[in-house]
C-alpha cells in the first residue's frame, strides 16, 4: 500500500501570501496524483490532476508539480477562499490513497 | 451537467445493514469506473470501494472487505454500496465519485449520512 504524508499539518498565513503544500509518497507514483481542497462543510474539490493540471475553473493562481515521490501545490497569492484542508491523493496503485490533509489557516 | 446524488445512509446499530445507493445523470456512466470514498466526523478522506465499467473488478479497503460490497446497475445508471456488519468506526459521510486514473473526469456528490450506533 502506498503511503501518502502530507506536510505541514498545518500551514498558518495571510491573505496574500504564497502557500507551499507537500506531498510525498511512500513508493514512486509517477504523475498519477490529484489535489482536492475542501472548504468547512462542503463536498471535496478537484484542483489539479496528472501532478500538474489544473482542473476546470481553477484560477491560475493554484499550481501542483512534482512525479516521484515528491509532489507540490503552490497557491501563488491566497485568497479568503483558500482558507481550507488540502488533501493529495494516488491513483497509481490500488488501494488509492490519501494523504492527512494540511489545513491552512488565517494567522 | 454531471449529478450524482447519494441516497439510503442513516442511523443503524452495531452489527447492522445499510445499501447506499448513487444515481448518476449528465455523462456516458458506463464509461466510468466508480467508487466511493467516505470521511469520518472530524477526519480525513478514505477510499473505500471501486468497481469497473463492467462490473468485472471490484477491489476494496482492508478496513471492509467481507463486509461491504460495490455493485452497479448500468441499465439505470446507478451504483450501490452493501454495508454489512457495520461497526461504529464506520459511522461517516459517504460519497460517490466518477473515477479515472489521471483524475480528468473527477466528480463528487453531495454525500450521505452513516452513523453507527446504539
Known amino acids: 500500500e502506498i503511503v501518502l504524508t502530507q506536510s505541514p499539518a498545518t500551514l498558518s498565513l495571510s491573505p496574500g501570501e504564497r502557500a507551499t503544500l507537500s506531498c510525498r509518497a511512500s513508493q514512486s507514483i509517477g504523475t498519477y496524483l490529484v489535489w482536492f481542497q475542501q472548504r468547512p462543510g462542503q463536498t471535496p474539490r478537484l484542483l489539479i490532476y496528472s501532478a500538474s493540471t489544473r482542473a476546470t475553473g481553477i484560477p491560475a493562481r493554484f499550481s501542483g508539480s512534482g512525479s516521484g515521490t515528491d509532489f507540490t501545490l503552490t497557491i501563488s497569492s491566497l485568497e479568503p477562499e483558500d482558507f481550507a484542508v488540502y488533501y493529495c491523493q494516488q491513483r497509481s496503485n490500488w488501494p488509492l490513497s490519501f494523504g492527512g490533509g494540511t489545513k491552512v489557516e488565517f494567522k | 451537467e454531471v449529478q450524482l446524488v447519494e441516497s439510503g445512509g442513516g442511523l443503524v446499530k452495531p452489527g447492522g445493514s445499510l445499501r447506499l445507493s448513487c444515481a448518476a445523470s449528465g455523462f456516458t456512466f458506463t464509461s466510468y469506473f466508480m467508487i466511493w470514498v467516505r470521511q469520518a466526523p472530524g477526519k480525513g478522506l478514505e477510499w473505500v470501494s471501486s468497481i469497473s465499467h463492467s462490473t468485472s473488478y471490484a477491489v476494496y479497503a482492508d478496513s471492509v472487505k467481507g463486509r461491504f460490497t460495490i455493485s452497479r446497475d448500468n441499465a439505470q445508471n446507478s451504483v450501490y454500496l452493501q454495508m454489512n456488519g457495520l461497526r461504529a468506526e464506520d459511522t461517516a459521510i459517504y460519497y460517490c465519485?466518477?473515477?479515472?486514473?489521471?483524475?480528468?473526469?473527477?466528480?463528487w456528490g453531495q454525500g450521505t449520512l452513516v452513523s453507527v450506533s446504539s
Open positions: 465519485t466518477t473515477y479515472t486514473q489521471r483524475g480528468n473526469f473527477d466528480y
